[in-house]
């Protein structure tokens, strides 16, 4: 899944970053720096995305919650799970994946799954680590202080699932 998201969504930030470092004629190390800052970004965003999938509030997340999982995705939150959950839970994560009418009760039990065999924390280090190369790819640039702050500022917070709630860090 990592593998999708670096050829999906981290190679679109990529590019992002890399073309503004080529717009404002930066030198080969930084244009280098800004794309790793991108990918990174990306990498991050879309595991924030996944995680708000399942435990953000629909009207900030602009999106049903539970809707990946009803479409059948298999993102790093369900492949951890898959991966640290017993057989039984495992039979029923598989059935319940892709069930476009999955009642709340199931959404719930997943999340708590999700909760229990430790892949909310570990895709939340997984975002925290993207978070942090990010930042050490702005720090090859030597910015002024204050323009290497908006930019740390500006990367993504940590969603925190806990008991059915999003908890935000930075």
């Not at 991050?44 to 509030?57: E, H």
């Not at 202080?145 to 806990?162: D, M, N």
Request: glycine letters at 8%; charged letters at 20%; a negative charge.
């Amino acid at each position: 899944y990592l593998q999708v998201i670096h050829f999906k969504t981290a190679k679109l930030f990529e590019a992002a970053t890399r073309l503004g470092a080529v717009i404002c004629n930066a030198s080969k190390a930084q244009e280098q720096a800004l794309a790793k800052y991108g990918m990174h970004l990306g990498t991050a965003f879309q595991l924030i995305d996944d995680v708000l999938d399942y435990s953000g509030n629909q009207s900030d997340i602009g999106k049903n919650v539970g809707d990946d999982l009803r479409e059948g995705k298999r993102t790093a939150l369900v492949a951890i799970t898959l991966e640290h959950c017993s057989e039984s839970d495992r039979g029923r994560i598989d059935l319940l994946l892709g069930n476009r009418t999955m009642p709340t009760a199931d959404l719930d039990w997943l999340k708590q799954r999700m909760i229990d065999s430790g892949a909310v924390a570990a895709v939340e280090q997984l975002i925290a680590d993207h978070q942090q190369l990010a930042n050490e790819a702005l720090s090859q640039l030597h910015l002024p202080a204050e323009s290497h702050w908006l930019l740390i500022k500006k990367l993504p917070t940590i969603p925190l699932l806990k008991a059915g709630s999003v908890i935000w860090m930075g």
